[in-house]
């Protein structure tokens, strides 16, 4: 029965269960041509949590100069509020002022966004790369005070457009300072898509030795050459645990024109349900969410396995009705 694939096969040297952490829902629209309505957003996210997403990153407070797709934050975040306990919405926080909007409105987790390369922390904050880590010195800083919990975003981790590839070390140097502010969580991103998987244990392995623990990594693959499983993978073999996904491969980045789509949490989720790895998320559920969402957006969904069920639900249908109809 094809209802029961993907068939499990444990592989070993692989953690039971993984955490993903959504960011259809502000990576993914940010980066839309059109503005999605703030009601279309949030039923976006109520889909996912009822799919079984527990971490879904819900908006960002950034100014809406930057990120217009994202200005409604503040009409959004309300509309979540009857979502379970259990469901964290982060918030991308550029600076004290968004940190405050998210305050006001009730956010107990918090993410800044830095660069591992001078080109792009110009380019996405008009800063240098120490500049930037000052400006949100502050910022966590402040959160942390209020008891917030914070992460860490790091860009352009494997390669940079301007810079092309970017040393482990500057890699490393960056991702300390970030954990030094206070950042529970780092997550490391391939925002062109360009990391191979002995690439990725080459930076975790570098990571540990320096002093950052795996359990507080995260990965962010862009799938620009088909490599985003097979890092993930890659990560989830060096022990990593929390993998950042996009319901149907939405996403991009407006500050990275290479960037191509993010990691479709569908495909991420068939490989991991394959192997065994818990992540608590119905696959059904969610695939039906992105195709709800892909004919909101007008367009199919670029995920191979939203494609694939949409089209295997949409055939056991058309079969069903055929059967079940009189005959001449």
Same mark, same amino acid.
């Given at each position: 029965?094809?209802?029961?694939?993907?068939?499990?096969?444990?592989?070993?040297?692989?953690?039971?269960?993984?955490?993903?952490?959504?960011?259809?829902?502000? &990576?993914?629209? !940010?980066?839309?041509?059109? %503005?999605?309505?703030?009601?279309?957003?949030?039923?976006?996210?109520?889909?996912?949590?009822?799919?079984?997403?527990?971490t879904?990153?819900?908006? =960002?407070?950034?100014?809406?100069?930057?990120?217009?797709?994202l200005?409604?934050?503040?009409?959004?975040?309300?509309?979540?509020?009857?979502?379970p306990?259990?469901?964290?919405?982060p918030?991308?926080?550029p600076? +004290?002022? +968004?940190?405050?909007?998210?305050?006001?409105?009730?956010?107990?987790?918090?993410?800044?966004?830095? =660069?591992?390369?001078?080109?792009?922390?110009?380019?996405?904050?008009?800063?240098? %790369?120490?500049?930037?880590? #000052?400006?949100?010195?502050? %910022?966590?800083?402040?959160?942390r005070e209020e008891?917030?919990?914070?992460?860490?975003?790091?860009?352009?981790?494997?390669?940079?457009?301007?810079?092309?590839?970017?040393?482990i070390?500057?890699?490393?140097?960056?991702?300390?300072?970030?954990?030094?502010?206070?950042? &529970?969580?780092?997550s490391?991103g391939?925002?062109?898509?360009?990391?191979t998987?002995?690439h990725? !244990?080459?930076?975790?392995?570098?990571?540990?030795?320096? +002093?950052?623990e795996?359990?507080?990594?995260?990965?962010h693959?862009?799938?620009?050459?088909? !490599?985003?499983?097979?890092?993930?993978?890659?990560a989830? !073999?060096?022990?990593?645990?929390?993998? &950042?996904?996009? #319901?149907g491969?939405?996403?991009g980045?407006p500050?990275?024109?290479?960037?191509?789509?993010?990691?479709?949490?569908?495909?991420?989720v068939?490989?991991l349900?394959?192997?065994?790895?818990?992540?608590?998320v119905?696959? +059904?559920?969610?695939?039906?969410?992105?195709?709800?969402l892909?004919?909101?957006?007008?367009?199919?969904s670029?995920?191979?396995? %939203?494609?694939?069920? =949409?089209?295997?639900?949409? =055939?056991d249908?058309?079969?069903?009705?055929?059967?079940?109809?009189?005959k001449?």
């Amino acid at each position: 029965m094809t209802d029961e694939l993907p068939m499990a096969v444990p592989a070993q040297g692989l953690p039971p269960r993984a955490r993903i952490h959504e960011v259809g829902a502000r &990576d993914g629209l !940010q980066n839309e041509k059109n %503005v999605v309505p703030t009601e279309v957003k949030a039923e976006f996210i109520h889909r996912l949590a009822h799919a079984g997403l527990t971490t879904i990153e819900a908006t =960002s407070f950034v100014h809406p100069e930057w990120v217009p797709q994202l200005a409604d934050a503040e009409a959004l975040f309300p509309l979540l509020a009857d979502l379970p306990a259990e469901v964290a919405l982060p918030v991308l926080v550029p600076n +004290g002022r +968004g940190l405050d909007r998210a305050l006001a409105l009730g956010a107990r987790r918090v993410a800044v966004f830095a =660069s591992a390369t001078e080109s792009f922390a110009k380019a996405n904050l008009n800063r240098t %790369v120490d500049e930037s880590l #000052a400006m949100f010195a502050p %910022v966590v800083a402040r959160a942390r005070e209020e008891r917030m919990w914070v992460r860490g975003y790091l860009s352009m981790c494997f390669g940079d457009p301007w810079e092309g590839p970017v040393p482990i070390h500057q890699v490393v140097a960056v991702a300390k300072a970030l954990r030094d502010l206070g950042c &529970d969580e780092l997550s490391l991103g391939d925002t062109i898509g360009v990391a191979t998987p002995g690439h990725v !244990q080459a930076l975790l392995a570098e990571l540990n030795e320096e +002093g950052v623990e795996t359990s507080a990594l995260a990965v962010h693959f862009h799938d620009t050459y088909g !490599q985003a499983l097979a890092n993930t993978l890659a990560a989830l !073999q060096h022990g990593v645990t929390t993998v &950042d996904a996009s #319901a149907g491969g939405l996403g991009g980045c407006p500050f990275a024109r290479s960037a191509t789509g993010n990691l479709a949490t569908e495909d991420l989720v068939w490989m991991l349900d394959g192997l065994g790895v818990e992540t608590g998320v119905d696959l +059904g559920r969610l695939t039906a969410t992105s195709v709800w969402l892909a004919g909101e957006l007008g367009r199919p969904s670029p995920s191979r396995t %939203v494609r694939a069920l =949409s089209g295997r639900t949409a =055939s056991d249908t058309a079969r069903s009705a055929t059967a079940q109809s009189p005959k001449e």
